[in-house]
């Protein structure tokens, strides 16, 4: 039997473990505890009393278990930070706080840029979400700023808008500033050190060893003190918290280095031979120590750099975001700001002006660019009573928009908070690379002593030295941070990815879920179909042609309201055919319509229009028409003066994109199904255009539930298509929901992953981005191990009995640092995936 249970007192990822791990440990219990939401799913071999579960989670800490589900907003314990918990599954991280890249605690947030007290990572800075205030500035005296526009107080000029300005961040302005410093005395450390390097030596004939020595020791003091005196601090976080990472073994290894590099220059009787070089002295790692500390600071430079490259998905999204729009009061236009909109105002948009907020045009029409939101780049043309959304572009004409959705209610507002979200959210296959990080640290330490034994024990001349630099070396190599940056990064440029192109991702685990998926469960109209009546073909039976006769068809249509009327308009724009002017319109209702065209009495509609005008079919014609209704379609004639000239089939037609995309799907060998509840002709009609060798009609909703329950029993990964209302129940069981997000309906909340186009081509997109996050995810794990397993051992010179070669720290130092900024590199890669 299974049971949910909310846990309140977590806080972080590592609270979340705690708890699992102290379930898993009851007998007869398997649990899987999440953080957001904080809920525990527990499988029971026979029922456990809930006062059990409890003393249990008591004994670990301060954790309770109910049946209650979870609070909202809970503030949690012993960490000073609030949780925003949801019943979406996603991470809430405010705009301008910081955050650790690689989620170690979950939500938490800090008010300050510094480091992770996990893995003492540089946190980032979260984006705010909200579109900026616009605010307006001198363009004499820049310390004019104002929130309206208007004359300056100073000079008199018009104020004009500040540009905002592209903040830089603060971490990376401290690291450039610190490298800079390291960088300046680091260089004379290492040409002073290296002298002997240098043909003829000519240093030593200016510097004796000493008094060389004692420079090397004091230009290291700033970069040991100051520079990197932060990746000292780190390590000692670490060790008093008992939560090893990167910084521990840095921390560690050059601390050693520089200890033992001072106590050599002062007591330098106290080391035994094996220490000493050349002329008695000891041999002192001061330009090791610096330029190990300087590539660090480097690679977190580097990283910085990259990180930012990271998230550019949401500032490029946030730049779509207008910050002022016209609206229009008693016919007068007044600017106000984007958060000032109200649901039902009047706006004016102009040509080329972003669309402000979701709403319907009311007045006019143009064509808008809505490749941003639909990752489309065609243009889409819109008229009167037709939705617009937020962030997308107008074309060269004005219109008038009645606002429907404001705020954090537009689409764009929608979106940008989902990929924040998801960006942020833990995908399984990290579990890997957690549990490895958690003994990592250990094993290293453990490594670099052995090396140290075995160097000291084996080796020949100055073996001491040799185990010494080879045991730092080893603890300088190893980098867990690579394997803790493989997913969180992939994950983060992939579902920017995604929005760019009008697929939206829930959260992380989906993404590798996708990947997985071999059926596919369809809906007909509206997923399948543009749920909406369209013209299929105009049959002619007489002598005019199609397009002449399309055109008097939509001549005749073009005043009426009905959306099959509209549908003849639009095919007849299609081909180009010209409208002619009409007289004596009449609409007979159930029937059709009928006019004048240039004094030829014209007459569109059913049969029952041509007996009321006595107009006879030939059997022929009748024939016809009938066959194509048995495939569920709508048919009206069209008469000329009395005589039948051709029909018109109008059906709900397949999307363009439909059979290319549930062809492609085939291919990569997924099973589309078809359900829907149409009738059996229509649906056969559809399955068979679109080679489906699988289809239900006449489904009701249990029906789509019942079948994929059924499919899932049979070891099937299960994916849904859905419009997101009506397939609610079944696009919750699937393994992936996936809901048509047409027009500014997304249905967010009930599917995993929202197409904002609304076509099945969008599920192709989804299954290339899956496939190519995941494929990246596996390079970068695959370089993280790869990199620690041969550097580790190379660092302890496995390769020197054999070649004579040996690692230097320094050399360490670089290899350690570029790991991480590789493997954001490599993640970023994700931008120039194709998906067509």
Not at 237 to 245: C, D, G, M
Not at 643 to 660: L, N, Y
């Amino acid at each position: 039997m299974k049971h949910t249970y909310s846990i309140q007192g977590m806080s972080c990822n590592g609270c979340r473990g705690k708890v699992e791990k102290t379930l898993n440990e009851i007998e007869g219990i398997e649990a899987q505890v999440s953080l957001n939401p904080p809920v525990a799913e527990v499988t029971m071999e026979e029922h456990i009393p809930l006062e059990k579960l409890q003393d249990k989670l008591s004994q670990a800490g301060n954790y309770t278990i109910s049946t209650e589900p979870p609070k909202e907003n809970e503030n949690h314990h012993h960490h000073e930070h609030k949780n925003h918990h949801n019943h979406n599954h996603s991470h809430k991280v405010e705009g301008g706080k910081y955050y650790c890249p690689m989620f170690c605690e979950g939500d938490k947030t800090y008010d300050k840029p510094g480091s992770c007290p996990d893995c003492g990572m540089n946190l980032e800075k979260a984006p705010d979400l909200t579109p900026k205030k616009k605010q307006y500035t001198c363009p004499m005296h820049p310390e004019v700023i104002k929130d309206e526009p208007g004359a300056c107080p100073i000079c008199g000029m018009d104020l004009v808008p500040l540009e905002p300005e592209e903040e830089e961040d603060e971490t990376y302005k401290m690291l450039v500033k610190k490298f800079k410093i390291a960088l300046i005395f680091t260089i004379p450390v290492f040409v002073i050190a290296m002298g002997e390097m240098i043909p003829g030596n000519p240093i030593s004939k200016y510097v004796s060893h000493t008094v060389s020595n004692w420079i090397q020791f004091t230009l290291s003091l700033p970069v040991v003190f100051y520079a990197a005196w932060m990746f000292f601090e780190r390590a000692w976080v670490s060790f008093k918290t008992w939560r090893l990472n990167m910084f521990s073994l840095i921390g560690v290894g050059a601390a050693a280095a520089f200890v033992f590099s001072v106590a050599g220059l002062l007591f330098p009787s106290v080391f035994p031979d094996e220490f000493k070089g050349h002329g008695g002295s000891v041999y002192l790692y001061f330009e090791a120590v610096t330029v190990i500390l300087t590539l660090v600071l480097l690679g977190q430079l580097l990283e910085a750099r990259a990180h930012s490259h990271t998230n550019t998905a949401i500032k490029e999204l946030l730049k779509l975001s207008p910050t002022e729009a016209t609206i229009v009061i008693d016919g007068k236009e007044k600017v106000i700001d984007i958060n000032d909109i109200k649901e039902g105002d009047i706006l004016r948009v102009k040509p080329g002006e972003k669309i402000p907020v979701d709403g319907v045009i009311k007045e006019g029409g143009s064509s808008i660019d809505e490749s941003m939101i639909t990752g489309e780049p065609i243009p889409v043309s819109k008229n009167e009573g037709d939705k617009v959304s937020s962030g997308t572009i107008n074309g060269s004409k004005s219109f008038l928009m009645t606002a429907e959705r404001v705020g954090k209610d537009t689409l764009l507002s929608q979106i940008i908070h989902m990929v924040n979200d998801a960006s942020r959210s833990r995908a399984p296959i990290q579990k890997l690379a957690d549990t490895i990080s958690g003994y990592f640290v250990p094993i290293v330490i453990g490594i670099a002593i052995i090396t140290f034994i075995v160097w000291a024990i084996f080796g020949a001349q100055q073996a001491y030295v040799f185990a010494f630099a080879n045991a730092v070396a080893v603890l300088i190599i190893a980098c867990p941070c690579a394997l803790g940056l493989a997913t969180p990064m992939s994950v983060m440029v992939g579902v920017g990815k995604g929005a760019h192109n009008g697929v939206l991702i829930k959260n992380a685990e989906v993404l590798e879920n996708m990947a997985k998926v071999n059926v596919l469960i369809t809906d007909k109209t509206g997923t399948i179909t543009e749920g909406k009546p369209s013209v299929q073909k105009v049959v002619t039976v007489g002598a005019i042609n199609e397009k002449h006769l399309s055109g008097i068809i939509a001549s005749l249509n073009q005043q009426s309201e009905h959306p099959l009327a509209q549908a003849m308009v639009n095919y007849a724009d299609k081909l180009g055919a010209q409208l002619s002017p009409v007289k004596d319109f009449e609409a007979v209702s159930g029937k059709g319509v009928t006019g004048t065209i240039y004094n030829k009495n014209i007459a569109i509609g059913n049969k029952k229009l041509l007996e009321q005008i006595d107009v006879t079919v030939s059997d022929e014609v009748v024939q016809q028409v009938v066959s194509e209704q048995e495939l569920g379609k709508t048919v009206s004639y069209i008469s000329i003066d009395g005589k039948v000239e051709g029909f018109v089939t109008i059906t709900d037609a397949i999307k363009q994109t439909s059979k290319k995309a549930i062809a492609a799907l085939m291919e990569q060998g997924i099973d589309v199904v078809m359900l829907t509840g149409d009738n059996k002709n229509t649906a056969k009609a559809v399955a068979d255009e679109l080679g489906l060798k699988h289809f239900m009609a006449e489904c009701l909703p249990e029906d789509k539930l019942n079948e994929i329950k059924k499919l899932q029993e049979q070891g099937k990964v299960v994916a849904m298509a859905g419009d997101g209302i009506n397939d609610a129940p079944a696009l919750a069981k699937a393994d992936v929901g996936i809901a048509m997000g047409t027009g500014t309906d997304v249905a967010i909340e009930s599917a995993q992953i929202t197409l904002v186009k609304g076509d099945l081509h969008g599920i192709v997109k989804a299954r290339q981005l899956s496939e190519g996050v995941m494929r990246n995810i596996k390079q970068n794990l695959f370089f993280a191990f790869v990199y620690n397993a041969l550097g580790i051992p190379l660092a302890a010179g496995v390769l020197y009995p054999l070649f004579g070669i040996l690692l230097s720290p320094m050399v360490a130092a670089l290899a350690m640092s570029l790991s991480s900024v590789s493997v954001i590199v490599n993640s970023l890669r994700i931008k120039n995936l194709k998906l067509h």
